[in-house]
């Protein structure tokens, strides 16, 4: 439904897509376009990690296991194809990575894999997930290898540029020391702010201007403007300082948590802790771990304690 209000919305999608206007097109989305319409491929994001883990434990077998799988593909090519509509890639990214991590956390604990066919496994991720960056942003108009490249290294190890700038001093976001950059759930959360409004205490700035006033920054300290990521150690040093390793501990603590419901087949651990997982494995982008997206992840993680309470057995389901 999604994609096709999508299609509806913005008529000849493809073709912008083709002709490589994706900045064009993402421009679009982000101002004439009801930003609801990412929900959905992050609700059955979860939806699809929460089946894809309950499919090992119920013990399909011949055609029941077939269904299940196709069922599962053709969410998963629902995920991908109103993402590269929409040219959002951290989502293929975060539905891929959770459904790999799912996979090796389940045969791993079970002992049903090896240490080598964790890492062929591993490495194999990291090539795919690379081919689908390049894949966006020849979307976005990158087409020489050059350019590809610049743009890989661009958003994975030029942060750690960004982030000794902020440690040395010499990059200081405009709006940091507010704590916009510690949550932007917090700040900018809907669901959370109509029950306890916190970002009325914060009262932070509009979001555009939050993002248009890194790259300014960035081009002050004498770095790359157009590169503005410091990864999630620098937005929470330029918030907490030399308190920051205190946050951090927080964020080892949730996910500490979240494994071991995991480990136990608790609901919530098996949507919420490939989330946490995916935004660890991502820390040299942004600190994203508790962004407006966690909203959905943890409201899909709420429906299926729901779900499971009313529809399944007592019992605890252990690996």
């Known amino acids: 439904i999604t994609i096709f209000l999508l299609f509806k919305t913005v008529p000849g999608i493809f073709l912008m897509l083709l002709s490589q206007q994706g900045v064009d097109l993402k421009e679009v989305f982000a101002f004439q376009v009801n930003a609801n319409f990412g ?34 593909c053709i969410a998963v090519l629902c995920v ?46 990291v090539l795919g997930v690379s081919a689908l960056f390049m894949a966006f942003s020849f979307l976005r108009g990158t087409a020489s290898w050059d350019d590809q490249m610049h743009s890989l290294m661009g958003y994975t190890v030029a942060s750690y540029n960004r982030l000794a700038a902020i440690v040395n001093g010499d990059l200081r976001y405009p709006f940091a020391g507010h704590g916009v950059y510690l949550s932007y759930v917090v700040a900018y959360g809907h ?30 300290a004498g770095l790359d403007g157009t590169l503005i990521w410091s990864g ?13 390793p205190l946050f951090i501990f927080l964020y080892g603590v949730l996910s500490s948590l979240t494994w071991n419901w995991l480990k136990r087949g608790r609901g919530p651990g098996i949507i919420v802790y490939p989330y946490f997982a995916y935004c660890t494995l991502t820390w040299f982008g942004t600190n994203s771990m508790l962004d ?16 499971e309470f009313l529809f399944s057995k007592p019992t605890r389901v252990d690996l």
């Open 39 to 72: 929900l959905a491929p992050l609700l059955l994001t979860g939806i699809t990690w929460w089946a894809f883990w309950r499919s090992f434990q119920l013990g399909f077998q011949g055609g029941q296991t077939r269904v299940v799988r196709i069922c599962l």
């Open 80 to 125: 991908i194809l109103s993402s590269v509509i929409t040219l959002q890639r951290n989502i293929v990214m975060m539905i891929t990575c959770g459904l790999v991590i799912l996979y090796v956390a389940r045969m791993s604990t079970a002992r049903k894999e090896s240490p080598k066919a964790v890492l062929k496994l591993g490495i194999l991720f």
């Open 191 to 220: 669901a959370l702010n109509a029950a306890i409004p916190i970002g009325r205490i914060i009262n932070p700035p509009e979001m555009l201007d939050l993002w248009g006033s890194e790259f300014g920054a960035v081009s002050r």
């Open 232 to 244: 999630a150690f620098g937005y929470i040093f330029s918030e907490l300082g030399w308190l920051s």
């Open 292 to 307: 407006p997206t966690s909203e959905v992840i943890f409201a899909a993680a709420v429906f299926f304690v729901g779900y």
